[in-house]
Every structure is written in structure tokens, then in C-alpha cells.
């Protein structure tokens, strides 16, 4: 997966902002009493429990590939497991009742050769369940890759990672035919964000994360990239006075795995 270093500290700036997809995806998993639940992409970990207050007899665990988003994770404390693992070629020791992801899937190029074999690590009955962000047309992505497009940058950025998705109902068509019960749909948040530079310590926290590490080895080249994307940002996303509003598709999924 990702090459770069998260920094966990950035990614939980919006928090709230951050964490809202995970809770209307979370009210929408129907089950009761599950012995097991699996987080996967989980971070630094402030998501992750919400499972655990919402299921407190199931053994939860979290796994992501960061090394410092676990680190971030297991420092917070809690009943869950964390652990280090790659989304890709991840697998159960034994068949979990909920597995649930949140802005994950996106960083896997043609992630949806991984969900038959996700749907298989699930128990029969059991419950699949992500989120993905839907704005790659949006100015914070498209402003983002024209610029590390142009000279002097694009030297060091082909190449960097880009996250993209699919649309809610690509995502019901391959689970349907793969005989869950499947319950798609997308929502987009206004996000009222505040404070100097909101959108890009938005997106420098995650989406365009690669990109900014790209250029790390020449600093100078990094701060003119960042100075002309605030600019832009600040172009694309004008302050209303009392800060701005990042307009933010999300697509959901929650799919009941045939068998029980």
C-alpha cells in the first residue's frame, strides 16, 4: 500500500469532521452481539473505539500498515487490539462477525478485486461494512494533481500515489453478485472548517499526503508547492468570513454476507 509516513497528529485536526462518515456507517451494521470485529485502516485509532463502546463483549481489533498510526493507537489505551497488517493480504485466523472500514479502500488500486476475499473472511450472516470518499472531481484533488503536474514539480511527483474510488452503486453490483444483501448509498457533508489554511491542513493530512512527501527531498521546491496550493485552495474555497465549507462526498456500504 502507501510509502509514506502518516502523521497522526495532522490526520486528527478534524477529528469530528473526520469520524462523522464512520459514525452514520456504524448506525447503519444491524448486528447484536458479535464475537469478533475487525477494523480495518483503522489509525490512530480514536474510530475504533467507538466499536468497542458499541460492542463491549466482542474481541476488536484494529489493523493498519502505519507503524505510527498503531503506535498513535495503542498509546490511547482501550480494550482493543492493535495491529500492524496489510490491508491487501490480510486475513482472519478464524471467519469475523463485522468487518468495518472507513477511507481505506481508496488508497488500493483496483480494490474491488479485494472483496470477495474480504466477504470470505466474514462469518455467514455476518456484516461487511466501509466508507470511501467520493470527491476525487473536486478542487481539493484536482488542484492538487494539476499542480504536481506542472514544472518545476512534476519531476518528483509522477508517479506518487492518488486515492480514487467508485460510485456506490458499482460497489452494491459486485457485492450483490457475490449474494450479500447490500444497502449502498452517498452522502455529501459540508464541513465547516476554521482556522488559517483549513482545506489544505485538510488534505495534508491525507489526500495529499504523497504528493507533499514526494517533494520533501527538495524543501525549497515543497514550500512552493504548498505556497501555490494554499493559493489556490484559498481561490477554490473563499473564506465566508466565519471560515469555509468543504463540500464532501462520501459513498457507504453495509452488506450482509449470505449464508446464515
Known sequence: MTSFTWDPDRY???ANERGRPFVDLLARVPAVHPATVVDLGCGPGNLTALLTARWP???VTGIDHSATMIAKARAAGGTADFVIGDVTTWTAPDPVDVLISNATFQWIPDHLALLPGLV???SPGGWFAFAVPGNFD???H???RDLAAEEPYAVLTAGV???DAYDAATYLDVLAGLGCQVDAWETTYLHHLSGPDAVYTWVSGTGARPTL???EVEPALR???EAEFKRRLHTAYPDRGDGVLLPFRRVFVVARVPGA
Open 12 to 14: 486528527l485536526t478534524y
Open 161 to 163: 500515489e492518488s486515492p
Open 57 to 59: 463483549e466482542a474481541q
Open 142 to 144: 484536482t488542484i492538487r
Open 138 to 140: 473536486q478542487p481539493t
Open 223 to 225: 514550500a512552493s508547492y
Open 213 to 215: 512527501a514526494a517533494l
Open 120 to 122: 470470505g473472511q466474514v
